[in-house]
């Protein structure tokens, strides 16, 4: 069993920047493919990234590619995501997601992670 717990939320002015961190225990770390998602109220969750177990591979939605960066510390079991030149539509609750599958190119289905965090707020204000 996983836990996962996200941090580094909050609310920042568009262009701004923010980074979120999501701290993992209770399990191999180091083996999952680890996932950021987002939800915001009424909608689906949607994919925004995902890296690879080594940290050597990683894959981002379209509207975010080039602002967003994920990586990874195993040696400290965590993931983050830095997220610069936000927009208003970044606006969302942000959650980590862990999965023991690395299916290439289908790693952006929620379904396929086992487990997640509780979620933060991140805020662009325009």
């Known amino acids: 069993q996983v836990q996962l717990v996200e941090s580094g939320g909050g609310l920042v002015q568009t262009g701004g920047s923010l980074r979120l961190s999501c701290a993992g225990s209770g399990g191999t770390f180091s083996s999952y493919t680890m996932g950021w998602f987002r939800q915001v109220p009424g909608k689906e969750r949607e994919f925004v990234g995902y890296?690879?177990?080594?940290?050597?591979?990683?894959y981002y939605r379209d509207s975010v590619k080039g602002r967003f960066t994920i990586s990874r510390d195993n040696a400290k079991n965590t993931v983050y995501l830095q997220m610069n030149s936000l927009k208003p539509e970044d606006t969302a609750v942000y959650y980590c997601a862990a999965s023991p599958k690395a299916i290439p190119g289908q790693m952006t289905f929620p379904a396929l992670y086992d487990y997640w965090g509780q979620g933060t707020q991140v805020t662009v204000s325009s």
């Open positions: 890296i690879s177990w080594s940290g050597s591979s990683t």
